[in-house]
């Protein structure tokens, strides 16, 4: 079946513009995550959803950050004001249910590159 | 907080077993251990987790000691197309259970 899928693939935007990454998950997985993956590290956690609801939006860097799924289904990460520490692979994942012992799926990401 | 400590880089010849350590000596009794490779400009792919007992699928298979402060996540034969970054990771079993990345094995396969 389809895996979980984001776009635009690849992003160019000057510094100061507002971008939004849309994420369409695994169909019926409740659980939606987004992380961010800096250039030679490993992806560090942004928020969470279950279902239409953020239920964890810890990671989030600041308030020019923004995510939302309002209807339970495709999120939209949005940026405003972009800098260029922005620049970064970002990661939505997936999952069937909350829980540990669901596996999350990952979608191929966005590289946002801020110039 | 990262709860995973890992070699940073391992070779390994193709058609060998792979087996990649990783120590987790903080972890809770609730806490699963999993893992998931990255391969170059790829999203992480799951490839098994585990709680308690050991654990085998058809891509690799996951050792954990008794005292679950260690496990070892095994290929039992590497191809070149193993080669990628392995995070080992505890995960926390409230808030949806988010993935904290340490910064993984680094594998090299080599013909």
């Known amino acids: 079946g389809a895996g979980v899928s984001q776009s635009p693939r690849y992003k160019v935007a000057k510094r100061g513009q507002d971008v939004a990454l849309r994420c369409d998950p695994i169909?019926?997985?409740?659980?939606l995550f987004w992380y961010q993956q800096a250039l030679g590290q490993g992806p560090e956690f942004l928020t969470y959803f279950q279902n239409e609801a953020q239920l964890d939006k810890s990671g989030l860097p600041s308030d020019r950050f923004f995510a939302e799924r309002p209807e339970g289904s495709v999120s939209t990460l949005k940026i405003q004001r972009t800098q260029q520490e922005d620049s970064a692979v970002y990661l939505c994942a997936s999952s069937l249910a909350p829980g540990p012992i669901y596996e999350q799926y990952f979608g191929p990401g966005t590289r946002l590159t801020v110039t | 907080d990262t709860k995973t400590t890992q070699p940073t880089s391992m070779d390994c010849a193709e058609g060998r077993a792979a087996n990649l350590p990783c120590n987790h000596s903080t972890i809770s009794g609730n806490e699963y251990v999993y893992w998931y490779r990255q391969i170059h400009s790829q999203g992480p792919q799951y490839i098994i987790h585990?709680?308690?007992n050991n654990e085998t699928n058809e891509m690799a298979s996951l050792i954990i000691t008794e005292d679950r402060k260690s496990s070892t996540l095994i290929l039992p034969h590497a191809t070149l197309r193993d080669t990628a970054v392995y995070y080992c990771i505890v995960r926390a079993p409230f808030q949806g259970g988010k993935l904290i990345f340490g910064q993984g094995t680094e594998l090299s396969v080599k013909p």
């Open positions: 585990g709680l308690k």
């Open positions: 169909s019926g997985h409740v659980s």
